[in-house]
């Protein structure tokens, strides 16, 4: 079935540094790839998708871009801020009914 | 104004009292769903509603139940709720496959 691996649970930078969240997915197809946000008390907030290969999605600085081959879809960020810190979830959907396939999520922790 | 409300914000019942959390969206989305996270669990689908009386188990519906008679409104209702439902739960809404969900802000349960 489809489903969403994030590699970190948990990863701590200090400002200015780079990031790197590794997600990867197993489906048939091209399904859509997404990125959200969440930050503590809130809901997760959308932060972009893409749904061909080679298509780069980005938002606030942040940026993936579609990989069929490796299947993967990483989320990236050249200088993260303390204000980046917040929950990271990669997301599946475009199959199987309308259902959303999340990963575990990571927690982004950034030091001042 | 795209959103997602619900209500309770905050709700403590006791066991084996009967709980109704509500969600509405003003974007007249077909799709709806309610999930549960748990501190380190992620994202939980506990029911899709493909619109009114339309709605489909997801993977954790055991001891809930939904109730859609209005495209924007979609309640979780517990019927004799169990302190292993304490949990956060956020409704979202979507208008099509590919699209981006839009999430609640959550509500915090408690059941003593």
């Known amino acids: 079935g489809d489903s969403v691996t994030q590699t970190e649970g948990q990863v701590a930078l200090s400002e200015e540094d780079f990031l790197t969240i590794h997600c990867n997915y197993s489906?048939?197809?091209?399904?859509?790839l997404f990125w959200y946000v969440q930050y503590p008390g809130e809901g997760p907030q959308f932060l972009f998708r893409a749904s061909r290969d080679k298509e780069k999605g980005s938002s606030r600085g942040f940026e993936a871009t579609y990989d069929k081959g490796t299947t993967s879809f990483h989320l990236r960020k050249a200088s993260v801020q303390e204000s980046d810190s917040a929950v990271y979830y990669c997301?599946?959907?475009?199959?199987?009914?309308?259902?959303?396939?999340f990963g575990d999520g990571t927690q982004l922790v950034v030091k001042p | 104004d795209m959103k997602v409300t619900q209500m309770p914000r905050y709700l403590i019942k006791r066991m084996g009292e009967n709980v109704l959390l509500e969600c509405g969206q003003d974007?007249?989305?077909?799709?709806m769903y309610w999930y549960r996270q748990d501190p380190g669990l992620g994202l939980q689908l506990i029911y899709i509603?493909?619109?009114?009386?339309?709605?489909s188990e997801g993977d954790i519906p055991k001891g809930y139940r939904v109730s859609r008679k209005k495209r924007e409104h979609f309640s979780l209702i517990l019927d004799s709720a169990k302190t292993n439902q304490t949990s956060v739960y956020f409704c979202?809404?979507?208008?099509?496959?590919?699209?981006?969900?839009?999430f609640g802000p959550g509500t915090r349960l408690t059941v003593l």
């Open positions: 997301a599946l959907g475009g199959h199987s009914n309308n259902r959303i396939f």
């Open positions: 974007m007249s989305h077909e799709t």
């Open positions: 489906a048939s197809g091209y399904p859509a």
């Open positions: 509603s493909y619109d009114v009386d339309s709605n």
């Open positions: 979202a809404s979507r208008w099509g496959d590919y699209a981006e969900q839009f």
